[in-house]
Every structure is written in structure tokens, then in C-alpha cells.
């Protein structure tokens, strides 16, 4: 059998890549629906701050819509999640999924020396553990 490791216990900073997507804190919910677009993302930081306070979700802008709000005069700000939820980098994937479970969130930001240093979703989560899954499921395959 290969030789990988058991996903749980990698730090979520092997998860968190790109740098983290942002809209400027005057941006309308038109604008981070365009950079969630762009940047191919399900959330996006609103303004520059190193400790940001504010996050908008996928599900932020689809509430918008569906309230029968235009998204291009709506401020971000107005919708953002403040009540963020951190990790450490260091924390595992393990650790990290169960605080996202335990706050029924979708979204967790990472942070390095009191920085922020990226934004783990649920869906990423998933890609480790269905890579690890689809690893055993060849190994024993070939058995």
C-alpha cells in the first residue's frame, strides 16, 4: 500500500493557497459577486485590514436576490459576516472540520502570527478527504 498520510492530521495550511480573495470596503454586492466570479471563489474579505472583520459568502448574495434587493446598490458591508470564525495554520484538517461543523459554517479563515493567511471552505475540506478516499479505494483496487 502507498504510503500517504491520513488527511485529518495535515495542517489546514497545506489547504489554503491562492492569496485571499478581497473587495475594497466601499464595494457593492455587484462588486464581490464579480470577484467571487473572478477569482472562482465562495467568499471574499471586505476591505484591506490585515485582521479582516468582515467576510461575504455565496449564500450572502444569493439572500440579496432573492429579498428582491439590487445587488449593485447594496454595500457589501451592509451583508458581510462579522462574526468570523479563525483557525491557526497550524491546526488539522480534523480539527478545523469540526469547528466548522460545531458553528455550521462554510467558511474558516487561517491565520499565521496573528495574520491572515488564507480562507479554508467546506468544499476544500471535502477535496482532502475524497483525494485520501479515492487514494485507498486504488490501492485496494490493485490488491
Not at 84 to 110: G, K, N, S
Request: one cysteine or more.
Amino acid at each position: 500500500m502507498t504510503d500517504i498520510s491520513v488527511p485529518g492530521s495535515i495542517p489546514i495550511s497545506s489547504v489554503t493557497g491562492e492569496p485571499v480573495a478581497r473587495v475594497a470596503a466601499n464595494a457593492t454586492v455587484a462588486d464581490v459577486a464579480r470577484a467571487i466570479v473572478a477569482r472562482d471563489v465562495g467568499a471574499i474579505v471586505v476591505g484591506d485590514d490585515e485582521q479582516p472583520t468582515a467576510l461575504v459568502s455565496e449564500r450572502d448574495i444569493v439572500r440579496v436576490v432573492a429579498a428582491g434587493q439590487d445587488p449593485a446598490t447594496v454595500p457589501a458591508a451592509d451583508i458581510a459576516s462579522t462574526k468570523l470564525v479563525w483557525c491557526d495554520a497550524e491546526a488539522t484538517v480534523d480539527e478545523v472540520a469540526v469547528r466548522m461543523m460545531d458553528r455550521y459554517i462554510r467558511h474558516i479563515l487561517v491565520e499565521r502570527d496573528g495574520v491572515l493567511a488564507g480562507i479554508v471552505s467546506a468544499r476544500d475540506l471535502l477535496g482532502v478527504y475524497s483525494a485520501y478516499s479515492a487514494e485507498i479505494d486504488l490501492d485496494f483496487g490493485s490488491a
